[in-house]
C-alpha cells in the first residue's frame, strides 16, 4: 500500500474538465455499473426463482436503503473532496487502513467472480472457452487503463455498456410477458418476506467498494465542494435509479419465463432463462448482457480497490499501473481457483453486506460531527437522520446475514 500518511489539512483543489456534467455522468454509471455486475444478474435471477413474485419487496427495500446510503456516502465525499479511507483516517487514526484492508479483500473475493463471469458472458456469446474469455476480457480492462486518457475512456465505455446492457433485458422482458400487476401488488404487500434477500441485494448494491466506485470517481472530475453538492446529491439517485430499473426489467423478464411454468437449468439459471424467453437470441442477448456487467465490473472494483491503496497524491500514472497489477492478481487467481461462479457471486453480495457498516460510520461521524472537512458546509439534518436510519439497518441485516452465508457453504 502506498503510504497514507502524508495526508493534507485540506484537499487539493481541481478545476473541472471542460467536459464537467459528462464526467459527472460517468461518475455515476461507474457506480451502478459496478453494482450491475454477474453477482447482480445471478443474485436476481436466484431470488426470484425462489420467492417469485414476492422478490418485488426485497427490490424495493433494497432501493430505498441504497438511496439513503449512496446520498450521504456520495455528500460527504464530493463536499469533503476526500476519499472514504483519508475521511476515516481523519476520524480515527488507523481506520483507513482497516477499511482499505476490507475493500481490498472485498474487491478482491468480488473481482475473481466478476472475471469468471466475462468467461461465461463470452461462453453464452460467442461459444468461447471460458477461461479463454475471462483471459481476454482482462486483457481488454487492462487495455483501458493504459491509454493516455484513461478516464476518459472509462467514463465513455461504462455509460455506454450500462446503456446496452438496459436496452436488451427490456426487450427479453417484453417477450416474456410477466405478471406485472401482482408484481406491483407484491412490491407494497408481499406475500413473503426474505430478509437474506435484501441484505444480500443491498450488499451486492452498496456494499464493498461499489459504495464508494462513483464518489471517489467524482473526486477526480473536480467537481467537489460545497457549491456542487445538489449535483452530487442528484448524481447518487440517479446512480441508484440506474441499478433499480435494472433490478427491476431482470427481474420481470426472469419472472415472465418461471411464471409459465419452465424450469432453468441449475448450472446457469440466468442464461437459461434467456435462452426459453427468445430461443437463441436470448442466449446470445444474454451472453452480452452478462459480459458487460462483468467487465464493468472488473473495471470497477479494480478502480476503486486501487483507489483505498493510494493517496490523491500518487500519481495516476502509479494508480494506474496498480490497477493493472490487480486485475492480473484477480485473473491468475481465478484460474488457479477455478471455483463455482454461481456460489462464489452470491457469497460476494452476502460479504459485502457485512462491510458496509464500517466505512458508512465514518461517513456519518464526519457529516454529523467534522464540519472541517466538509469545508464549513451545513450538513442537512434531515439526510443525516435517514442515513442513520439506513445505518442501523445495515448493521441488523448485516448480524442477519452470517446465518444465511453460513447455510449457502453448508
Not at 476519499?83 to 482499505?100: D, I, K, M, S
Request: positive net charge.
Amino acid at each position: 500500500m502506498v503510504d497514507q500518511t502524508a495526508q493534507i489539512e485540506k484537499p487539493e483543489r481541481r478545476a473541472p474538465s471542460p467536459s464537467g456534467r459528462s464526467a459527472l455522468l460517468g461518475a455515476m454509471f461507474l457506480m451502478a455499473t459496478s453494482a450491475i455486475g454477474p453477482g447482480f444478474i445471478t443474485q436476481t435471477t436466484n431470488f426470484t426463482v425462489q420467492l417469485g413474485v414476492a422478490f418485488a419487496f426485497a427490490i424495493v427495500a433494497s432501493i430505498l436503503v441504497d438511496i439513503a446510503v449512496q446520498m450521504n456516502v456520495w455528500r460527504v465525499i464530493g463536499v469533503s473532496g476526500l476519499r472514504a479511507n483519508e475521511l476515516a483516517n481523519r476520524v480515527a487514526p488507523g481506520l483507513g487502513w482497516a477499511l482499505a484492508a476490507l475493500i481490498l479483500t472485498g474487491g478482491l473475493v468480488f473481482n475473481i467472480g466478476n472475471i469468471s463471469g466475462t468467461g461465461l458472458g463470452t461462453d453464452a456469446m460467442l461459444g468461447v472457452d471460458p477461461k479463454v474469455g475471462a483471459v481476454v476480457s482482462a486483457a481488454i480492462a487492462i487495455a483501458i487503463f493504459l491509454v493516455k486518457r484513461a478516464g476518459a475512456a472509462l467514463d465513455k465505455i461504462v455509460v455506454v455498456l450500462g446503456l446496452v446492457m438496459i436496452a436488451l433485458t427490456t426487450y427479453i422482458a417484453f417477450t416474456t410477458s410477466p405478471p406485472v400487476g401482482l408484481a406491483l401488488k407484491n412490491a407494497v404487500l408481499p406475500e413473503e418476506i426474505d430478509f437474506l434477500a435484501i441484505t444480500t441485494l443491498i450488499g451486492g448494491t452498496v456494499g464493498g467498494y461499489i459504495t464508494y466506485a462513483g464518489a471517489h470517481r467524482l473526486i477526480d472530475t473536480g467537481r467537489t465542494g460545497p457549491e456542487h453538492a445538489n449535483e452530487i446529491s442528484k448524481g447518487s439517485v440517479y446512480g441508484i435509479i440506474v441499478t433499480g430499473i435494472m433490478r427491476a426489467i431482470l427481474f420481470l423478464a426472469v419472472l415472465g419465463v418461471v411464471h409459465g411454468g419452465a424450469v432453468l437449468a441449475e448450472a446457469n439459471p440466468a442464461a437459461s432463462a434467456f435462452e426459453q424467453a427468445a430461443g437463441q437470441f436470448g442466449l446470445r442477448a444474454f451472453g452480452i448482457i452478462f459480459w458487460a456487467a462483468a467487465i464493468t465490473s472488473v473495471i470497477g472494483a479494480s478502480y476503486t480497490t486501487v483507489s483505498f491503496l493510494t493517496t490523491q497524491q500518487t500519481s495516476r500514472r502509479t494508480r494506474d499501473l496498480m490497477t493493472v497489477a490487480f486485475i492480473v492478481v484477480c485473473t491468475i487467481l481465478f484460474l488457479i481457483l477455478g471455483k463455482a461462479p454461481v456460489k462464489l457471486l452470491v457469497f460476494a453480495g452476502g460479504f459485502n453486506g457485512l462491510i458496509l457498516p464500517l466505512g458508512f460510520t465514518a461517513i456519518l461521524w464526519v457529516a454529523w460531527r467534522r464540519r472541517d472537512l466538509l469545508r464549513g458546509y451545513v450538513y442537512p439534518k434531515w439526510l443525516l437522520v435517514v442515513g442513520v436510519l439506513a445505518w442501523l439497518l445495515t448493521l441488523w441485516l448485516g448480524w442477519q446475514s452470517l446465518t444465511g452465508l453460513q447455510a449457502l457453504w453448508a
